[in-house]
């Protein structure tokens, strides 16, 4: 065992009878309204109907967890090999774009919707999106 010496008694009186006090992280606490819950998915490496699939149980699950945003990786589909093929569409085989198409078509998934980001899908820029959640009744 360590000894404790004359200079870390000296340090730790002076801590403690200082006014400079560390705050207490577990009184610390953020008002239920300001709470922003968020879960995110990544749906990387799935084929269209795997990325459907997965989306359509995530956003149920989300839903009745209270879970009011979401954040959906899709890539931005530079890699994607359906480009090659003339006879696939670039837009709906590639995740970035038929993943919230499937959503948005999908009335039962509407309803629990507020808004999906269709800003970010149509950004070259940007492999992901956000879905805000209406709240569970």
Same mark, same amino acid.
């Given at each position: 065992?360590?000894?404790?010496?004359?200079?870390?008694?000296?340090?730790?009186?002076?801590?403690?009878?200082?006014?400079?006090?560390? %705050?207490?992280?577990?009184?610390?606490? +953020?008002?239920?309204? %300001?709470?922003?819950?968020?879960?995110? +998915?990544?749906?990387?490496?799935?084929?269209?109907?795997?990325?459907? %699939?997965?989306?359509?149980?995530?956003?149920? @699950?989300?839903?009745?967890?209270?879970?009011?945003?979401?954040?959906?990786?899709?890539?931005?589909?530079?890699?994607?090999?359906?480009? %090659?093929?003339?006879?696939?569409?670039?837009?709906?085989? +590639?995740?970035?774009?038929?993943?919230?198409?499937?959503? @948005?078509?999908?009335?039962?998934?509407?309803?629990?919707?507020?808004? +999906?980001?269709?800003?970010?899908?149509?950004?070259?820029?940007?492999?992901?999106?956000?879905?805000?959640?209406?709240?569970?009744?």
């Amino acid at each position: 065992m360590k000894k404790i010496t004359d200079k870390d008694k000296k340090d730790w009186q002076n801590f403690t009878s200082g006014k400079d006090k560390i %705050e207490d992280k577990d009184n610390f606490s +953020i008002k239920s309204e %300001e709470k922003e819950f968020l879960k995110s +998915i990544d749906l990387h490496g799935c084929t269209l109907d795997q990325a459907n %699939e997965t989306i359509n149980q995530f956003i149920e @699950k989300c839903y009745y967890e209270g879970i009011s945003r979401i954040n959906v990786i899709t890539g931005k589909g530079l890699r994607s090999k359906n480009k %090659e093929d003339p006879f696939k569409s670039n837009d709906l085989s +590639i995740l970035k774009y038929s993943v919230p198409n499937f959503i @948005k078509n999908n009335s039962e998934l509407m309803k629990k919707i507020k808004t +999906i980001d269709f800003d970010s899908v149509n950004s070259s820029l940007k492999g992901s999106f956000d879905i805000i959640l209406k709240k569970k009744l």
